[in-house]
């Protein structure tokens, strides 16, 4: 094991410490019942039960111990692929979401002056129901949509009431996710991501993506197993992320201008003649377009773009192939590929194309492209679903390039500010915060004729609606099977590990059966959650006592092999050049697109991330995990040392921040692990909803200080595109 690298025994140690503080620092409420009951007499009743999490979107196979009835421990599902016996500290903390006392516990309605009162279920969906059928008759079913971030339940339900309605307007969180890099991959290798064989892997490029930073656990132990293994691990990043003590290498990087190394190094392959020759002739579509253009992409050229030596920009590309195919670029989820850039899109296409070049796809050690299971088709009528909407969803005609199973919704946004969507439906998603533009959510809102937020607490969405209803956590629902891909194949379950705490909230089928009764479309949910999870796990041959016993199972052996994979793309290989990408108005050859915003002498490019304990806006107003960003000030804003010296900035200094969106004051954190003319600010703080008191104007929020805009083609909201100016602020 080289001297640089942590050994994964130390590191997991780490994150058992993590998790035991997120638990050491628990609700007031659990911990003193925990206390008593530690030393009561009388007998007690032990049960456990298997879950998913939902701290983040990998949503990991956990088993929860209740002791009378109250939660007691959470343990990683040890057949869970994602988990393998282990939950991240962010999993343990989301535990006390159960036992918040700022829970939304009824139905609330908002009155004339911006307050809300309670009201009860059949008043809700009365009048929900009546309002949705008033925009449906004057304005017709496509001026409503439905904006969720995908859990198990909700995005089923979520399309099967819009359509139900008549709508095909469904938009999931994407845009401010991962878009670009679905979309890209979709039409590059007809698949929304792909997987890296780290347990065989002498080199893998990461292009600013983290493990260390956004947990799942199989992952990180992969990463530290291969860094004992001597895999060379390359970070790409202007900031030493939490992932670097797997790296051999730190390669700082210009924001937003990883397509320019990607395609130098792409120029390295090529013009050193360093390419796998019998892949790219059978098994690609459009290579002579690509290499043709890739001779102006010299290392030379892109120095200047990315402040990266050509000489380093030459030794990646010269290692990579000596360690072809055994060696690939990591496949990323948001950082610069999902939906920061004006050439996220590229980037992603890119990153594919290199590893189209090494000749790894499906190779030992290399870019694996695996199965994914899926439900049957069920027989039984009660299933059936709603004819397919006439119109087409908002957002379709301007973004052709976009995930067909996401869309946009930076379009629904864009699209109530025109006055065209009067109705909107939000399912644990939060876009006034944690989406775009809050200030234009704010105004858009205010076009409308009806907003509907689904969620467990009063988010700043929930803040704006016209109705709130709340949804019990989802440790006291039973949800729809979750779908595993990989070299294995599995499904896995939320079974109800708590009764229900508030008997005024309700579970996701509840609520839609609700809304869809009171707005004349009930004859499509005629039917619980549990029957559905039932109908799906038959046709793969699982029951449901299976289900709610082990919470995971795994489902017959797809049998993985090595070899180059089935490219599932409109050419039926893998795409160098896209000819719907052309269609779209863009260059159908994978190329150079700049970044839309460089800053100006004074200013400081801004990047975005996740910690390893917080999701975004869902997890900030959690006791444990707010005290713990609270002990270790992790709200603060990264700023390099070279530039601190210059503005005469130490840490725990406060700065304002500005932006032609924004200004807002935050402390510094001054370091030597940041390039010098950037900064880095956390995504999960600066909220604005006062009854989330410990989360409320904590911090400041990135999504404040972006303007609204998208990606041209899929409509990815461009999230670090701007730039701003630090300076300190005098005491």
Not at 388 to 399: F, I, M, N, Q, W
Not at 416 to 442: C, D, H, I, R, V
Request: charged share 20%; proline share 5%; aromatic share 8%.
């Amino acid at each position: 094991m080289r001297e640089t690298t942590v050994s994964r025994r130390t590191f997991l140690k780490g994150s058992a410490a993590t998790a035991a503080l997120a638990c050491a620092a628990g609700s007031i409420s659990l911990g003193s019942w925990q206390a008593e009951r530690a030393v009561a007499d009388e007998p007690s009743a032990t049960k456990t039960a298997p879950s998913l999490c939902n701290g983040c979107s990998s949503k990991c196979g956990l088993v929860a111990t209740t002791v009378d009835g109250q939660l007691w421990t959470l343990r990683g599902n040890e057949g869970h692929p994602y988990a393998k016996g282990r939950i991240c500290g962010r999993g343990h903390g989301l535990a006390q979401m159960a036992y918040s006392d700022e829970r939304v516990t009824q139905p609330m309605r908002r009155k004339d002056d911006g307050s809300f009162e309670p009201i009860d279920w059949d008043t809700a969906f009365k009048e929900i129901g009546e309002k949705t059928k008033a925009i449906i008759e004057k304005n017709g079913p496509e001026s409503l949509a439905i904006i969720q971030d995908p859990r198990p339940s909700g995005k089923q339900y979520s399309a099967r009431f819009m359509n139900a309605l008549g709508s095909a307007n469904v938009y999931a969180h994407s845009s401010s996710c991962n878009l670009s890099k679905e979309s890209a991959y979709q039409l590059t290798i007809g698949a929304t991501g792909f997987s890296n064989d780290f347990a065989n892997a002498k080199m893998v490029l990461f292009i600013g993506r983290s493990y260390g930073d956004g947990i799942r656990p199989s992952s990180v132990q992969s990463l530290a197993d291969a860094a004992e293994n001597g895999t060379r691990i390359v970070i790409v990043d202007p900031r030493l992320n939490n992932s670097g003590i797997f790296a051999s290498d730190w390669v700082p990087i210009n924001p937003g201008t990883d397509l320019a190394l990607l395609l130098a190094m792409a120029n390295v392959l090529i013009e050193e003649d360093l390419y796998d020759h019998d892949f790219v002739e059978q098994n690609t579509y459009g290579f002579d377009e690509f290499a043709a253009q890739t001779k102006e992409y010299t290392p030379t050229w892109a120095e200047k773009i990315t402040d990266i030596p050509a000489a380093t920009i030459e030794e990646l590309a010269r290692a990579m192939a000596k360690a072809a195919p055994a060696a690939s670029v990591e496949s990323g989820w948001r950082a610069v590929i999902g939906c920061s850039y004006n050439n996220s899109f590229d980037t992603a296409r890119a990153i594919a194309a290199i590893n189209a070049l090494l000749g790894s796809w499906g190779a030992k050690g290399g870019a694996l492209l695996t199965s994914s299971p899926k439900a049957g088709a069920i027989e039984d009528a009660r299933f059936k679903a709603p004819a397919k909407p006439e119109a087409k969803r908002v957002g379709d005609a301007e973004y052709p390039l976009a995930l067909a199973s996401a869309g946009t919704n930076v379009a629904a946004l864009q699209a109530a500010l025109n006055g065209e969507m009067k109705g909107l439906f939000f399912y644990n998603s939060n876009a006034a915060k944690g989406y775009a533009q809050p200030k234009k959510w704010t105004e858009a809102f205010e076009k409308t004729d009806l907003v509907v937020t689904i969620d467990v607490q009063m988010s700043e969405t929930a803040l704006q609606s016209d109705y709130v209803l709340p949804e019990v956590t989802y440790l006291e629902r039973l949800e729809l099977p979750e779908f595993v891909g990989g070299k294995k194949h599995f499904v896995g379950m939320r079974t109800v590990v708590l009764d229900k705490i508030h008997p005024e909230t309700k579970t996701c089928d509840e609520i839609f059966n609700g809304l869809a009764e009171a707005c004349g479309v009930g004859e499509y949910f005629q039917f619980t959650a549990e029957d559905w999870a039932e109908a799906q796990l038959a046709t793969v041959g699982v029951t449901l006592d299976q289900m709610k016993k082990d919470g995971v199972i795994e489902l017959p052996d797809p049998n993985f092999q090595y070899g180059v994979p089935t490219f599932k793309t409109t050419s039926g290989k893998f795409e160098f050049k896209t000819d719907k990408v052309g269609d779209a108005g863009l260059n159908p050859v994978i190329g150079w697109v700049p970044r839309k915003v460089t800053p100006k002498d004074g200013e400081f490019s801004i990047i975005g991330g996740k910690q390893g304990i917080h999701s975004h806006t869902m997890t900030q107003n959690i006791e444990a995990l707010n005290a713990i960003s609270r002990e270790y000030h992790m709200e603060r804003l990264w700023m390099a040392a070279k530039d601190a010296e210059q503005l005469g900035v130490q840490t725990g200094d406060t700065v304002e921040v500005a932006s032609s969106e924004h200004t807002g004051q935050v402390e510094v954190r001054v370091t030597q692990r940041l390039k010098p003319g950037v900064v880095f600010l956390p995504t999960h703080y600066g909220g604005d909803s006062p009854t989330q008191t410990r989360a409320y104007q904590y911090g400041i929020s990135l999504n404040d200080f972006i303007p609204l805009d998208a990606e041209p083609g899929v409509g990815s909201m461009m999230s670090q595109e701007v730039a701003v100016t630090v300076k300190k602020v005098e005491a």
